[in-house]
């Protein structure tokens, strides 16, 4: 069984510019959640896809979108990066059970954005 | 709305010691609780979670938590540290039938002394 994988690990970007980040979410899972921790913070929940149609969203601006395909791959863009977009961003799976369910999250090793 | 409030950013123990690292959470509605390492670099791995079964609930690597209503607390313990310990600890919570949307705590760096 393979694990959540987040590309790339590290990536810099320029004020203003845009980026894609991606997540292959565990062999099965069918519902993935993005999250951005800040330095010294813990994650902050982003939004959530379940069969490709988002399923959830936090406090984050519409410039903050994603996508998740037949796969259940998962992408998460970001227009106009801004400073403060430096973070950590994670993806998180979890197994079939629907989006209403709670069953274990399984985290990828995260996705390090600088934007300078 | 719901939340979790971790008490001290910074645990310092020595090996063999206690570990102790609180977590108090706020929820309208019964909560489900979750305690994540995170060791550098890396993503979160699950230690231990509270679905509302048994009030004490045990975990991987000699972890365990107890829920406490009465004090809104999922406090986790360790009664030994191990060096291996040191890491970032996040509690979460989320609501039943939220698919695992989680807010987590800030997050308690556990230094283990030698």
């Known amino acids: 069984e393979t694990g959540v994988t987040q590309s790339p690990t590290h990536l810099i970007k320029t004020r203003g510019q845009q980026v894609t980040l991606r997540c292959s979410s565990q062999s099965g899972h069918n519902t993935v959640s993005w999250y951005q921790q800040a330095l010294g913070q813990g994650p902050q929940f982003i939004f959530q896809?379940?069969?490709?149609?988002?399923?959830g969203r936090g406090n984050f601006p519409p410039r903050f979108s994603g996508l998740q395909f037949p796969n259940y791959s998962s992408e998460l863009n970001v227009n106009a990066l801004e400073l403060d977009d430096s973070a950590l961003y994670l993806c998180?799976?979890?197994?079939?059970?629907?989006?209403?369910?709670?069953?274990?999250?399984?985290f990828g090793q995260g996705t390090r954005l600088t934007v300078v | 709305a719901q939340s979790v409030t971790q008490l001290g950013s910074h645990v310092s123990v020595s090996e063999g010691a206690l570990v102790l690292l609180r977590c108090n959470y706020s929820?309208?509605?019964?909560?489900?609780l979750f305690w994540y390492v995170q060791y550098p670099n890396q993503g979160l791995q699950l230690l231990l979670k509270?679905?509302?079964?048994?009030?004490l609930v045990k975990g991987i690597n000699g972890f365990e938590a107890e829920f406490k209503k009465s004090e809104t607390s999922f406090h986790l313990t360790k009664p030994s540290a191990h060096m291996s310990d040191a890491a970032e600890y996040f509690c979460a919570v989320t609501l039943e039938n939220t698919g695992n949307q989680f807010y987590f705590g800030t997050g308690t760096s556990l230094t283990v002394i030698p």
């Open positions: 929820s309208s509605v019964p909560p489900y």
């Open positions: 509270y679905t509302s079964a048994a009030t």
């Open positions: 896809y379940y069969r490709e149609e988002e399923n």
């Open positions: 998180a799976s979890s197994k079939p059970g629907g989006p209403y369910m709670n069953t274990e999250a399984f």
